[in-house]
């Protein structure tokens, strides 16, 4: 998938974010020389085609969701970057107190 460049042109925060991933994701410190940026930006587009890709996976999987707020709030969770935030039982709460 490729990516407007127009989105990250003016913003140095976004280029930084993009060397990041190219850089955590290579190993090689040379990917940040200035002539592979194309190649920089082409492992950042790959990140975001697979994110794009289990987005679709978690739409798919709650169809009757027309936002797809609930088709991502379910999908973090079963993949565990959300923890479920029910309320404690007042027991709980205060086994979490230490003096």
Same mark, same amino acid.
């Given at each position: 998938m490729e990516i407007d460049s127009r989105i990250f042109d003016n913003s140095e925060t976004a280029?930084?974010?993009?060397d990041l991933i190219a850089l955590a994701s290579s190993g090689d410190l040379g990917i940040l020389d200035e002539e592979r940026e194309e190649e920089r930006i082409s492992i950042f587009e790959k990140? !975001? &085609?697979?994110g794009f890709?289990?987005?679709?996976?978690?739409?798919q999987a709650c169809p009757s969701?027309? /936002?797809?707020?609930? !088709?991502i709030v379910s999908g973090m969770k079963k993949a565990g /970057?959300?923890? &479920? &935030? !029910?309320?404690k039982a007042p027991d709980e709460v205060l086994s979490d107190v230490v003096f």
């Open positions: 280029m930084n974010t993009i990140f !975001a &085609d697979g890709q289990i987005l679709t996976e978690w739409f969701d027309s /936002y797809g707020d609930q !088709a /970057y959300l923890i &479920d &935030d !029910a309320p």
